[in-house]
């Protein structure tokens, strides 16, 4: 299938061409490609980056002739509001002769726009590589995942991938894909997750490792395809009932499997699907129901977590420091007579931080760290905002700081990651919409301002910032997060990167460590947490029975 034909971009129609053109930059070398497309994209359908240069894209699609000079006017003021270098109009037929005139003129004042029309996708077609151009190779460890997760596949029907974030599941997971359809030309993939967004992404990061011949299908409430072949990435309600209504995929990926429960969507959409081979693949394998997704997809076929990744260099170094400096020493030499719950401890243990003295605490860190790019994890949307405008005001360089989160429309969020990215918006406060599915590789510094009671959530919000990424040197983490739990998930971290380094016979890589700003704080809560155990997942009504404390550690 040649999806830049003309025949191809006339059955796409206008929402068809973007994807079509978004598809075939990722061929071109383009990185950081981003759909922008809709109401106050100020002139921009799809952002791209290729060497270190902002490119903006136009895109005008007519079933009937040429496009008129309203698409050479949008791409004008996108350029402007951008600050692109390049800028390119992309239509499925040509211009008119106003349009042409129009894009002379400009070209006068040093407004240069080029023009993929019709012929020039054509021909773009032809000159693509067959394959996305890898600017990586699989490390000796996606290789040998490959090879596990093949093995079970082929010899059991499933398979259960776990690797931390970072490490490169999606790839491990793309390039299973990619060889099962070399062994079986023609057979159709279902890739599922729950999101549309983490769908949307999915299917571009299919793109890297299929060729331009096999089609992609997105199937969301938003989107349906009309034939089910090559790989189709879907939502787990809208693949439901392209399986109850025929579709039959050959292998089955279920993307963050964790949310795969003993029953539910996820549950009827695999029993459904039970001739199909069954991949699971997630960095965060631990439910808050306890359902163990082994019963679904098997013992693992392949593990390898934050410490392992770590010790082995593939998972940047961390410089983890827990602000305890709050603690209320009458509670803790009350503890052990009182037998606290959780929720009591929390309550009692932790004397109120204030918002000023973290964004001081910030500001010191901001300026060890280099070429700072951060991350702001926060209680609430109005907490996330409200941190986003103190920023903006503590600082000359946080000026253009930036509140994301699950209220601000997508296209507006794909613009702010833009800019996040090319390093124009240095900081950025959110909840929870960097927990699954955003690639951020130049975040290295992280602070942690909200309570989280899961696991998983934890895990997932400090991989933000664990992707290596080139002049990376390190990633720098402030926890002001008052929570029993938090210390408890800390310093099980500690534990496993000391032992992991102790496991390989290696020396703990510089700059690795969890650290507390109260060192007699920290002596303490290493003790107690010693003592109390499974406190990392423990229940808020749970009581605890902490030893007594006879004076200073």
């Known amino acids: 299938m040649n999806f830049l034909s003309g025949e191809e971009l006339l059955r796409g129609g206008a929402t068809g061409l973007p994807i079509a053109v978004e598809r075939a930059l990722w061929y071109l070398g383009f990185v950081d490609v981003r759909v922008v497309d809709g109401a106050g994209d100020d002139g921009a359908d799809l952002l791209a980056v290729r060497d270190g240069e902002q490119w903006i894209f136009q895109c005008k699609w007519s079933s009937r002739g040429?496009?008129?000079r309203q698409g050479v006017d949008d791409l004008e003021r996108a350029f402007t509001k951008y600050q692109?270098?390049?800028?390119?109009?992309?239509?499925?037929?040509?211009l008119t002769k106003s349009a042409l005139e129009r894009r002379q003129a400009l070209q006068g004042v040093g407004i240069k726009i080029t023009v993929w029309d019709g012929p020039t996708l054509e021909a773009i077609w032809r000159r693509m590589p067959n394959r996305v151009p890898n600017a990586y190779r699989l490390r000796d460890y996606q290789g040998a995942a490959v090879a596990a997760v093949e093995r079970d596949l082929h010899g059991q029907g499933r398979a259960l991938l776990?690797?931390?974030?970072?490490?490169?599941?999606?790839?491990?997971?793309?390039?299973?894909?990619?060889?099962?359809?070399?062994?079986?030309?023609?057979?159709s993939v279902l890739v599922t997750a729950h999101t549309k967004?983490?769908?949307?992404?999915?299917?571009?990061?299919?793109?890297?490792?299929?060729d331009k011949a096999t089609p992609t299908r997105l199937a969301t409430g938003d989107t349906k395809p009309k034939t089910y072949d090559g790989v189709v990435i879907g939502t787990v309600e809208t693949a439901?009932?392209?399986?109850?209504?025929?579709?039959?995929?050959?292998?089955?990926?279920?993307?963050?499997?964790?949310?795969?429960?003993?029953q539910g969507m996820f549950a009827r959409l695999l029993d459904l699907c039970s001739s199909a081979a069954q991949l699971g693949v997630t960095a965060t394998p631990w439910r808050g129901d306890k359902f163990d997704i082994t019963a679904r997809f098997g013992t693992p076929s392949f593990t390898m977590g934050i410490a392992e990744g770590m010790a082995n260099g593939f998972l940047s170094t961390v410089d983890y420091r827990l602000y305890v400096d709050n603690i209320d020493w009458d509670v803790v030499r009350q503890a052990s007579k009182h037998g606290y719950s959780?929720?009591?401890?929390?309550?009692?243990?932790?004397?109120?931080?204030?918002?000023?003295?973290?964004?001081?605490?910030?500001?010191?860190?901001?300026?060890?760290?280099?070429?700072?790019?951060?991350?702001?994890?926060?209680?609430?949307?109005?907490?996330?905002?409200?941190?986003?405008?103190?920023?903006?005001?503590?600082?000359?360089?946080?000026?253009?700081?930036t509140c994301l989160h699950s209220g601000v429309p997508r296209q507006r969020r794909q613009v702010l990651l833009n800019e996040f990215r090319l390093g124009r918006v240095p900081i950025m406060t959110c909840v929870d919409i960097f927990n699954e599915?955003?690639?951020?590789?130049?975040?290295?510094?992280?602070?942690?301002?909200?309570?989280?009671?899961?696991?998983?959530?934890?895990?997932?919000?400090?991989?933000?910032?664990?992707?290596?990424?080139?002049?990376?040197?390190?990633?720098?983490?402030?926890?002001?997060?008052?929570?029993?739990?938090?210390?408890?998930?800390?310093?099980?971290?500690?534990?496993?990167?000391?032992?992991?380094?102790?496991?390989?016979?290696?020396?703990?890589?510089?700059?690795?460590?969890?650290?507390?700003?109260?060192?007699?704080?920290?002596?303490?809560?290493?003790?107690?947490?010693?003592?109390?155990?499974?406190?990392?997942?423990?229940?808020?009504e749970v009581r605890l029975q902490f030893p007594p404390f006879e004076g200073s550690f």
């Open 66 to 68: 040429a496009v008129d």
């Open 84 to 94: 692109a270098e390049k800028a390119v109009l992309v239509t499925n037929t040509g």
């Open 162 to 187: 776990v690797l931390a974030t970072g490490l490169g599941k999606t790839v491990v997971g793309g390039e299973v894909i990619s060889r099962f359809l070399e062994n079986k030309p023609g057979a």
């Open 197 to 210: 967004e983490l769908v949307a992404q999915l299917e571009k990061a299919m793109w890297r490792h299929i």
């Open 240 to 262: 439901l009932g392209a399986v109850q209504a025929g579709f039959e995929p050959a292998l089955v990926m279920v993307d963050e499997t964790h949310h795969v429960g003993e």
């Open 342 to 401: 959780v929720r009591e401890l929390n309550r009692v243990l932790f004397l109120p931080q204030r918002d000023e003295e973290i964004v001081e605490r910030l500001r010191t860190a901001w300026r060890r760290t280099t070429d700072p790019r951060a991350i702001v994890f926060c209680q609430t949307i109005e907490h996330a905002e409200r941190i986003a405008t103190m920023l903006t005001g503590a600082d000359a360089l946080w000026r253009r700081a």
């Open 437 to 540: 599915g955003v690639d951020v590789p130049d975040v290295n510094l992280i602070a942690f301002l909200r309570v989280t009671h899961s696991r998983r959530i934890f895990v997932q919000q400090l991989g933000r910032g664990l992707r290596l990424s080139p002049g990376k040197d390190s990633l720098r983490v402030l926890d002001f997060v008052s929570d029993i739990r938090r210390v408890a998930a800390t310093l099980e971290l500690r534990r496993s990167l000391e032992a992991e380094a102790e496991y390989l016979r290696i020396r703990k890589r510089e700059g690795t460590g969890v650290t507390f700003s109260d060192k007699t704080a920290g002596k303490l809560l290493d003790h107690w947490i010693e003592d109390a155990a499974d406190l990392e997942t423990a229940a808020d």
